[in-house]
């Protein structure tokens, strides 16, 4: 069968026509629209997008004997969930390793700290490996979630209390919309009860640890993009578009309190405009660098590495994994190079895997292609000292160019959108390439000089961010202290 085109923002208006003529978002758990949370499962189940191949379930890996450790370490940490000033939710995904005091950091709690100049942050970590990593944060109060999740599990049954409602409220709505079967109107109905328990399970989770802490006045969230605290100022994941499913809804009434009243932390000035256009206010729609970026080179780089740098003979190259059809184009192009190792005897090449994605190369003998899982490696570390990535569709198209990267963009013939997403992540960033999967082995090989010879403008590049970061962190800190003061 003949894999459907998919193009994303279709669907996304598709869903926007239904919800301003149905109302869909006028149903509300804690003052949040319900209709937010299964609104991407919704644009899925619309004819032509289910049809779309490759892996596209996210992959969550799971150690049983760390999950028991890490509940043991709630408890252990229940002393620190007093008397902090602010309160962070944020995840696993986000450790990095500070190389200066072997200590991990998260870059979106560094970013919630900044903003609200804290001196007594609570930290909770949403799990997506669960590693052993917090246990060796630079933080003093930073607590996994998992004791809570597992609660939250074993009481599920709950979600059944709201199916009734639910029903009532939504099912007549999706039927009479003509884009969902009854079949999936009552896989929705299900799915909107359980995010419905899940709201008010996580808003009495947190009005306990707000009851505790009477000082922390503001909360940050980073959790895979769904803001399931209320009142959270809402940390942006992954690239930002016009039809961004978790940010951007119609004009209707029913929804606009929730956008106007939202604080949102975005990473471009692009970004802010696009929010602003949505409804979002100037006043809750902040600017900062990309933490995830700017926190790594604050904590991993300095003037000396530039000096190795400039000085280096290794040519690296990066690999960016993702969902989607993304696993079977690359693994076509790894198999070729290693088929062809010997033509790559000067290059080093690895594969770092989305953090949802499951490892099917583990069968493979690969030996000139190194695959990293997520929590095996740093991605930043890879970019640092990479001359180029070969990426399909990723948000590291953007963060790439911080790094100075070549970007070997493969194409995706079943990804109408591609072109879309490129020009929204690298915009006019000069150095990249987009090339056919079949043709990668005869594009490199007529391009290796180019991006060796491209080490000096990758250099360059680093070297200008590097400043900008330090500026900018200067800045936050001047300002911090001078809050401080006036307080005083």
Not at 107 to 128: G, Q, T, V, Y
Not at 164 to 173: D, L, M, N, T, V
Not at 294 to 302: E, M
Request: proline residues 3%; aromatic residues 14%; contains cysteine.
């Amino acid at each position: 069968m003949q894999e459907s085109k998919l193009k994303i923002n279709e669907f996304f208006w598709k869903i926007w026509e239904a919800e301003k003529q149905f109302d869909l978002f006028s149903y509300k758990c804690c003052n949040i629209p319900l209709w937010i949370y299964p609104r991407i499962k919704a644009m899925n189940m619309i004819d032509g997008a289910i049809d779309f191949g490759g892996q596209t379930e996210a992959f969550i890996r799971m150690n049983f004997l760390n999950v028991l450790g890490r509940i043991f370490y709630f408890f252990v940490k229940v002393p620190c969930f007093f008397g902090n000033d602010v309160i962070i939710f944020s995840n696993e995904r986000y450790l990095d390793l500070d190389k200066k005091n072997g200590k991990y950091f998260n870059s979106m709690a560094e970013a919630a700290i900044a903003d609200s100049h804290a001196k007594r942050p609570l930290i909770f970590e949403f799990p997506s490996f669960t590693t052993k990593k917090y246990k060796k944060t630079k933080y003093k109060n930073y607590v996994p979630m998992d004791f809570f999740l597992l609660l939250n599990k074993i009481f599920s049954f709950l979600s059944l209390g709201y199916t009734w409602k639910i029903k009532k409220e939504f099912f007549c709505k999706l039927n009479s919309s003509g884009l969902w079967t009854d079949s999936q109107a009552q896989e929705l109905v299900k799915f909107m009860s359980h995010c419905a328990y899940n709201i008010n399970s996580y808003n009495f989770f947190l009005q306990i640890i707000k009851l505790l802490n009477p000082e922390a006045k503001l909360v940050y969230s980073c959790v895979a993009g769904y803001d399931k605290f209320p009142d959270a100022v809402e940390i942006q994941h992954g690239l930002i578009v016009d039809f961004h499913a978790q940010l951007f809804f119609p004009g209707v009434d029913s929804v606009k309190g929730y956008v106007k009243n939202k604080k949102t932390m975005v990473f471009s000035e692009q970004a802010k405009k696009m929010c602003l256009s949505h409804g979002y206010t100037d006043k809750n729609t902040v600017i900062l660098p990309n933490p995830k970026v700017s926190v790594y080179f604050l904590s991993n780089i300095n003037r000396q590495f530039f000096e190795s740098q400039k000085k280096a003979n290794e040519n690296k190259v990066v690999m960016i994994g993702s969902l989607g059809n993304v696993p079977n184009i690359l693994k076509k192009i790894i198999l070729d190079i290693e088929r062809n190792k010997e033509r790559f005897k000067d290059w080093d090449f690895s594969l770092i895997m989305h953090p949802s994605e499951k490892n099917t190369y583990k069968s493979m003998s690969l030996q000139k292609v190194k695959i990293f899982e997520n929590h095996q490696a740093s991605l930043w570390d890879l970019l640092a000292n990479s001359l180029c990535i070969v990426v399909v569709a990723s948000s590291v198209i953007e963060e790439a160019t911080y790094f100075g990267c070549f970007e070997a963009i493969i194409l995706d013939e079943t990804m109408e959108d591609q072109a879309d997403y490129i020009k929204a992540l690298a915009g006019n960033y000069p150095f990249k390439e987009v090339v056919r999967p079949e043709e990668f082995m005869g594009w490199f090989s007529r391009n290796k000089q180019k991006i060796i010879l491209h080490r000096n403008a990758k250099i360059e590049i680093m070297e200008k961010n590097y400043d900008y970061f330090s500026k900018h962190a200067a800045n936050s800190l001047q300002k911090g202290v001078e809050i401080k003061q006036k307080m005083i």
